[in-house]
């Protein structure tokens, strides 16, 4: 995103674990805002020298990854009736988050649950509405805060061959189509709910923390020149193939989730992360 704080990130992969060969998109990076919502009343616009809520995907890197002005990251976890993230995926992004941010306050997640969007799905002005109808959590004082909201359909933009699983869209904000989510780990086939879950909440938040080449300056070139902010080792959390080929086949059984590598690491770190 460059013009509009609301242009997401989206990329199109193959999924190795679907036997009718699916494209799902874990996130994107495009700079293309021809999707954008239309932000003419800006709710989260800052005041008096306050927290700007509404920039790009990446703009608060620093402030998510070093203590030297917020020392405490909340995460408001918003969902619709029947698609609350497992609390296993969740435990796995806290450890995530706590291994890589230094935040000597602490880490922690607040749940609420809100009412139904009564769509099918959602556009990136239905997203941005409802983020602005039913956020509590702000940054102030030494807390930055953080928003996931979690959707009981599908994205405007599915068809038979493409889902979206995840769209980062504002510099602290995080969309997941839980319920595409949960209609890919419902066979004994498919790989484990939490797994994929904290697969995709994970890539989230690196785009978040400014991954790659996006608020977090490259230490080392790894930017893959056919998929903008994403890294080029494939076997990376941050690899836009994340779910594909063989690294989706390692979302099978007790094989980890897969990590940051340590071109990735070192962005991190460089920009006051752990």
């Not at 002005?69 to 988050?97: C, H, N, R, W």
């Amino acid at each position: 995103m460059r013009k509009l704080a609301l242009n997401p990130y989206r990329r199109k992969i193959t999924s190795g674990f679907l036997l009718f060969a699916v494209l799902l998109v874990l996130n994107a990076c495009s700079s293309d805002n021809s999707n954008a919502p239309s932000t003419s009343v800006n709710p989260f616009a800052p005041t008096n020298g306050s927290f700007n809520h509404n920039l790009g995907p990446g703009a608060s890197a620093h402030e998510f990854l070093a203590s030297d002005t917020y020392t405490q990251l909340v995460v408001e976890v918003q969902y619709m009736d029947g698609y609350k993230p497992t609390a296993d995926a969740i435990s796995q992004l806290k450890t995530f988050l706590e291994n890589r941010l230094n935040k000597p306050s602490g880490i922690s997640f607040i749940y609420t649950q809100i009412a139904p969007g009564g769509k099918t799905t959602y556009t990136l002005d239905d997203i941005a509405k409802m983020e602005e109808n039913n956020r509590t959590e702000f940054t102030e004082g030494q807390k930055i805060a953080g928003y996931f909201l979690f959707l009981d359909g599908g994205y405007t933009e599915d068809t038979d061959k493409s889902k979206v699983l995840g769209v980062t869209y504002r510099n602290t904000s995080v969309a997941i189509f839980e319920k595409t989510i949960q209609s890919l780990t419902a066979q004994p086939t498919d790989p484990q709910r939490y797994v994929l879950e904290a697969t995709v909440y994970e890539h989230e938040f690196g785009h978040v923390l400014g991954l790659v080449n996006n608020g977090s300056p490259m230490q080392t070139d790894h930017e893959d020149a056919s998929h903008p902010h994403h890294c080029d080792n494939s076997n990376c959390l941050m690899n836009w193939q994340v779910e594909s080929g063989g690294v989706v086949g390692n979302l099978f059984g007790t094989n980890p989730i897969p990590t940051l590598d340590q071109n990735c690491l070192d962005d991190l770190k460089a920009n006051g992360g752990k």
